[in-house]
C-alpha cells in the first residue's frame, strides 16, 4: 500500500493551470515534515521542482520560480502543488516525495495545445 499518493494531473493547454495533490495514508505519513515534488520527463532524469521544509521554507527551481507554489496542510495529511502559467516543457511524471523516504506512484502532466 502506497504512503504517498499523488493526483491531480492531466492534459492543459499551455498558459494553463493545474494543482497537484500528494496525500499521506496516515501511518507512515501522519504529517509531512518534508516534501519535495520531483517531474521526469521521457529519457530525463528525474528533477527536483520545489521542496518545503519542516519550518515551512520553501524552495523552487529556477525553471518555475514564480509560476509554481508549493502549500502544505499537515492536519489534512495532504502537500499541493499549484502550477500556474503552464509550459509545453513542464511536461512530464510529477512525483511527491514525503519525509525523504516515501515515494508516490506518480501523475503525468501534459501541456500541449
Known amino acids: 500500500q502506497a504512503q504517498v499518493v499523488e493526483s491531480g494531473g492531466g492534459l492543459v493547454q499551455p498558459g494553463g493551470s493545474l494543482r497537484l495533490s500528494c496525500a499521506g495514508d496516515?501511518?507512515?505519513?501522519?504529517?509531512?515534515?518534508?516534501v519535495v515534488w520531483y517531474r521526469q520527463a521521457p529519457g530525463n532524469q528525474r528533477d527536483l521542482v520545489a521542496s518545503m521544509t519542516y519550518d515551512g521554507t520553501t524552495y523552487y527551481a529556477d525553471s518555475v520560480k514564480g509560476r509554481f507554489t508549493i502549500s502544505r496542510d499537515n492536519a489534512k495529511k495532504t502537500v499541493w502543488l499549484q502550477m500556474d502559467n503552464l509550459k509545453p516543457e513542464d511536461t512530464a511524471v510529477y512525483y511527491c516525495?514525503?519525509?525523504?523516504?516515501?515515494w508516490g506512484q506518480g501523475t503525468q502532466v501534459t501541456v500541449s495545445s
Open positions: 516525495q514525503a519525509n525523504s523516504q516515501y
Open positions: 496516515g501511518k507512515a505519513v501522519s504529517r509531512f515534515l518534508s
